[in-house]
């Protein structure tokens, strides 16, 4: 099991989950401060899996120069640079677009509606 320490990116953590667990299909665990994944079978989570989607998701919202993701033991940390958090309105919740049927996750609405079309051949 890893843990994800996100207490400097709290604002964007459901959002991370989301887009997390989906790269590695891993089972999330919300904390406070945190959330935890579990492999779906036994098989230990790739860590550096984890590390490029985190790093991938923080790109995809311009915040990728601002923090580091540290790895120590089964420990992933987010740690903010500059020491500046990301603060957000906490509505509306999500920029991102996630397909209900399968729970594909883009930033883009247009993406997502090429997307869909899968499920409805
Ligand atoms: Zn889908």
Redesign the pocket.
């Given at each position: 099991m890893l843990t994800i320490d996100c207490r400097d990116v709290a604002s964007i953590k459901s959002e991370l989950v989301v887009y997390v667990s989906d790269q590695v299909a891993a089972i999330p665990t919300l904390k406070i401060h945190e959330f935890m994944l579990s492999s779906l079978n036994d098989e230990k989570i790739d860590k550096n899996v984890v590390i490029t989607a985190i790093k991938e998701f923080l790109e995809s919202i311009g915040e990728g120069r601002n923090f580091a993701v540290i790895s120590s033991n089964d420990v992933i940390l987010i740690k903010s640079i500059s020491g500046k958090t990301i603060e957000r309105d906490p509505s509306p919740p999500s920029e991102l677009f996630s397909?209900?049927?399968?729970?594909?996750v883009t930033n883009y609405e247009i993406e997502l509606q090429n997307?869909?079309k899968?499920?409805y051949l």
């Open positions: 397909c209900i049927h399968c729970g594909f997307h869909m899968i499920h």
